[in-house]
Protein backbone atom coordinates (compact mmCIF):
# COMPACT_ATOMS: atom_id res chain seq x y z
CA UNK A 1 0.00 0.00 0.00
CA UNK A 2 1.49 3.50 -0.89
CA UNK A 3 -0.10 5.42 1.97
CA UNK A 4 0.99 4.24 5.59
CA UNK A 5 -1.78 1.42 6.78
CA UNK A 6 -3.58 3.13 9.26
CA UNK A 7 -7.62 3.05 8.70
CA UNK A 8 -8.45 6.66 9.04
CA UNK A 9 -6.51 9.42 8.62
CA UNK A 10 -7.66 12.78 9.80
CA UNK A 11 -5.99 15.79 8.25
CA UNK A 12 -7.35 19.66 9.25
CA UNK A 13 -7.08 22.56 6.70
CA UNK A 14 -7.67 26.17 8.19
CA UNK A 15 -9.03 28.72 5.18
CA UNK A 16 -8.02 31.80 4.99
CA UNK A 17 -11.46 34.52 6.40
CA UNK A 18 -13.50 35.31 3.57
CA UNK A 19 -14.61 38.90 2.53
CA UNK A 20 -17.84 39.14 4.68
CA UNK A 21 -15.72 37.93 7.66
CA UNK A 22 -12.75 40.48 6.67
CA UNK A 23 -15.56 43.30 6.30
CA UNK A 24 -16.97 42.48 9.98
CA UNK A 25 -13.84 42.66 11.20
CA UNK A 26 -13.72 39.08 12.64
CA UNK A 27 -10.02 37.12 13.30
CA UNK A 28 -9.55 33.69 13.66
CA UNK A 29 -10.25 31.49 16.09
CA UNK A 30 -7.86 28.42 15.35
CA UNK A 31 -3.95 28.70 15.12
CA UNK A 32 -1.85 25.85 13.49
CA UNK A 33 1.53 25.61 15.07
CA UNK A 34 3.97 25.71 12.02
CA UNK A 35 5.62 22.82 11.48
CA UNK A 36 3.92 20.86 13.57
CA UNK A 37 0.60 19.05 13.58
CA UNK A 38 -1.12 21.01 15.80
CA UNK A 39 -3.71 23.35 16.16
CA UNK A 40 -4.27 25.74 19.02
CA UNK A 41 -8.27 26.48 19.45
CA UNK A 42 -8.55 29.47 21.60
CA UNK A 43 -6.04 30.79 23.82
CA UNK A 44 -4.22 27.73 24.63
CA UNK A 45 -6.08 24.39 24.03
CA UNK A 46 -4.17 22.39 21.48
CA UNK A 47 -4.94 19.13 19.52
CA UNK A 48 -2.91 16.95 17.26
CA UNK A 49 -4.08 15.78 13.96
CA UNK A 50 -2.61 13.81 11.04
CA UNK A 51 -1.53 16.70 9.64
CA UNK A 52 -2.35 20.82 9.95
CA UNK A 53 -2.97 22.38 6.57
CA UNK A 54 -2.75 26.49 7.16
CA UNK A 55 -4.32 29.28 5.49
CA UNK A 56 -1.55 28.96 2.90
CA UNK A 57 -2.27 25.90 1.87
CA UNK A 58 -2.98 25.18 -2.11
CA UNK A 59 -5.46 22.71 -3.59
CA UNK A 60 -2.39 20.90 -4.94
CA UNK A 61 -0.85 20.55 -1.32
CA UNK A 62 -4.44 19.39 -0.31
CA UNK A 63 -4.54 16.59 -2.93
CA UNK A 64 -1.06 15.40 -2.58
CA UNK A 65 -1.27 15.21 1.16
CA UNK A 66 -5.02 13.90 1.33
CA UNK A 67 -6.25 12.26 -1.18
CA UNK A 68 -3.26 11.28 -3.89
CA UNK A 69 -1.53 7.98 -1.89
CA UNK A 70 -4.83 6.66 -1.70
CA UNK A 71 -6.09 7.35 -5.64
CA UNK A 72 -2.67 5.38 -6.00
CA UNK A 73 -3.69 2.28 -3.59
CA UNK A 74 -6.70 2.17 -5.72
CA UNK A 75 -4.31 0.55 -8.01
CA UNK A 76 -3.27 -2.15 -6.09
CA UNK A 77 -6.43 -3.63 -5.38
CA UNK A 78 -7.47 -0.63 -2.16
CA UNK A 79 -10.28 1.01 -1.80
CA UNK A 80 -10.41 4.36 0.02
CA UNK A 81 -13.05 7.03 0.82
CA UNK A 82 -12.25 11.06 1.22
CA UNK A 83 -14.77 12.78 2.66
CA UNK A 84 -15.11 16.63 4.08
CA UNK A 85 -16.28 17.17 7.18
CA UNK A 86 -16.79 20.73 9.23
CA UNK A 87 -19.39 23.54 9.86
CA UNK A 88 -21.28 25.58 7.35
CA UNK A 89 -18.65 27.65 5.07
CA UNK A 90 -15.89 26.02 6.70
CA UNK A 91 -14.52 25.34 2.83
CA UNK A 92 -15.80 21.54 2.43
CA UNK A 93 -17.06 22.09 -1.34
CA UNK A 94 -13.76 24.72 -2.12
CA UNK A 95 -11.69 21.22 -1.23
CA UNK A 96 -13.93 18.61 -2.77
CA UNK A 97 -14.97 20.27 -5.98
CA UNK A 98 -12.85 23.72 -6.00
CA UNK A 99 -12.51 27.24 -6.40
CA UNK A 100 -15.85 27.83 -8.66
CA UNK A 101 -16.80 24.99 -10.98
CA UNK A 102 -18.07 27.69 -13.35
CA UNK A 103 -14.70 29.14 -14.09
CA UNK A 104 -12.28 27.15 -12.21
CA UNK A 105 -8.61 27.12 -12.99
CA UNK A 106 -6.23 24.29 -12.64
CA UNK A 107 -4.88 25.46 -9.69
CA UNK A 108 -8.40 25.81 -8.49
CA UNK A 109 -9.32 22.22 -9.14
CA UNK A 110 -10.87 20.42 -5.85
CA UNK A 111 -9.95 16.97 -4.75
CA UNK A 112 -12.36 15.35 -7.34
CA UNK A 113 -11.05 16.74 -10.45
CA UNK A 114 -7.44 15.74 -9.65
CA UNK A 115 -8.21 12.01 -8.82
CA UNK A 116 -10.06 11.77 -11.76
CA UNK A 117 -7.21 13.24 -13.66
CA UNK A 118 -4.59 10.80 -12.05
CA UNK A 119 -6.68 7.96 -12.52
CA UNK A 120 -6.85 8.23 -16.56
CA UNK A 121 -3.10 9.39 -16.40
CA UNK A 122 -2.28 5.77 -14.49
CA UNK A 123 -4.43 3.97 -17.02
CA UNK A 124 -3.15 5.73 -19.96
CA UNK A 125 0.48 5.37 -18.67
CA UNK A 126 -0.54 1.29 -18.30
CA UNK A 127 -2.05 1.22 -21.06
CA UNK A 128 1.56 2.49 -23.27
CA UNK A 129 3.26 0.18 -21.42
CA UNK A 130 0.87 -2.46 -22.07
CA UNK A 131 1.61 -1.73 -25.83
CA UNK A 132 5.15 -1.28 -25.56
CA UNK A 133 5.73 -4.88 -24.07
CA UNK A 134 3.41 -6.27 -26.68
CA UNK A 135 5.53 -4.99 -29.24
CA UNK A 136 8.50 -6.37 -27.79
CA UNK A 137 7.20 -9.54 -27.98
N1 LIG B 1 -8.93 27.41 1.14
C1 LIG B 1 -9.72 28.44 0.78
N2 LIG B 1 -9.19 29.54 0.23
C2 LIG B 1 -9.96 30.59 -0.14
N3 LIG B 1 -11.29 30.62 0.00
C3 LIG B 1 -11.89 29.55 0.55
C4 LIG B 1 -11.14 28.40 0.97
N4 LIG B 1 -12.00 27.50 1.48
C5 LIG B 1 -13.21 28.05 1.37
N5 LIG B 1 -13.16 29.27 0.82
C6 LIG B 1 -14.28 30.18 0.57
O1 LIG B 1 -15.10 30.14 1.73
C7 LIG B 1 -16.48 30.13 1.39
C8 LIG B 1 -17.16 28.92 1.97
O2 LIG B 1 -16.56 27.75 1.41
P1 LIG B 1 -17.43 26.47 0.97
O3 LIG B 1 -18.62 26.87 0.18
O4 LIG B 1 -16.48 25.53 0.33
O5 LIG B 1 -17.90 25.94 2.39
P2 LIG B 1 -18.78 24.63 2.73
O6 LIG B 1 -18.12 24.02 3.92
O7 LIG B 1 -18.93 23.76 1.52
O8 LIG B 1 -20.14 25.30 3.14
P3 LIG B 1 -21.64 24.64 3.22
O9 LIG B 1 -21.58 23.54 4.24
O10 LIG B 1 -22.47 25.79 3.67
O11 LIG B 1 -21.97 24.15 1.84
C9 LIG B 1 -16.53 30.18 -0.12
O12 LIG B 1 -16.69 31.55 -0.50
C10 LIG B 1 -15.17 29.67 -0.57
O13 LIG B 1 -14.79 30.20 -1.83
Known amino acids: MAAEEVPVRVVVRVRPLIAREKLHELSSCVRPILGSKQLVIGKDRSFTFDH ?39 GKTHTITGADLSAVTQDEQGIISRAVGRIFHMIEVSVRMQRIFAGAL
Open 52 to 90: VLDEGSSQDEVYEICANPLVESCFEGYNATVFAYGQTSS
